[in-house]
């Protein structure tokens, strides 16, 4: 109702809009975006109390990087450019598969959350 009274656009396309991004939580998140502080949130529990390398580090930022963008993340693109930059592989050439595992987890609860 607010996006509608605001001149965002009619029901019916705020209704296309939340189909297509399979929710309105996810429609909203992908124009806004994730807060910085929120993004680094998500991945806190990942980095606490663990060393990494300088790559990885660069790698987990271009993950918050995106996370403020767009909001939320498919975990796919962890195979794609840039994150290819790193290892022809991707996180799987960064991380160990466990960690894999916890940061596909990650980005899965993100996107959980802004669906609602």
């Known amino acids: 109702r607010m996006l509608t009274e605001n001149g965002v656009g009619t029901p ?26 929120a993004a680094k949130k998500a991945l806190g529990g990942f980095i606490s109390g663990r060393s990494f390398r300088a790559n990885q580090i660069e ?24 994150y290819t930059d790193f290892s022809a592989r991707g996180v799987e050439g960064v991380f160990e598969s466990g960690e894999v595992d916890e940061l596909v987890a990650i980005l899965d609860d993100v996107r959980q959350r802004a669906a609602g």
Not at 12 to 37: M, T
């Open 59 to 82: 790698f987990l930022n271009l993950i918050v990087d995106h996370l403020t963008e767009h909001g939320v993340m498919d975990a796919r693109l962890l195979y794609d450019s840039p």
């Open 12 to 37: 019916e396309d705020l209704q296309k809009a939340k189909l297509e991004s399979d929710g309105l939580g996810l429609f909203v998140r992908s124009l806004v975006g994730l807060d910085r502080e």
